[in-house]
């Protein structure tokens, strides 16, 4: 299992970001829901930093956390957190 999943959020999955940012989320003993809701919150935060006037535009904030939660697990090596991805 992946001890550290990197959560990358890429210009490419941000069309607004001016730049890639990244936050590692530890996996050791964690549940696939907790390693999800970990990598949600990590999610939040970059899009918050990355999105203009994040608060203000709520779709399209939930958007890139929604995007950035799937790619990031998707990135995975551990089956049961890749499952997660598809949700």
Do not use: W
């Amino acid at each position: 299992m992946n001890r550290i999943v990197i959560l990358a959020a890429a210009a490419a999955l941000i069309a607004s970001s001016a730049s890639a940012q990244s936050i590692r989320v530890t996996t050791e003993g964690k549940t696939p829901e907790q390693v999800r809701a970990d990598v949600f919150q990590a999610a939040r935060k970059v899009c918050q930093e990355a999105t203009p006037g994040y608060a203000y535009h709520i779709e399209e904030g939930r958007a890139c956390v929604d995007r950035t939660v799937r790619a990031t697990l998707a990135q995975s090596r551990d089956p049961s957190i890749v499952k997660l991805a598809s949700r």
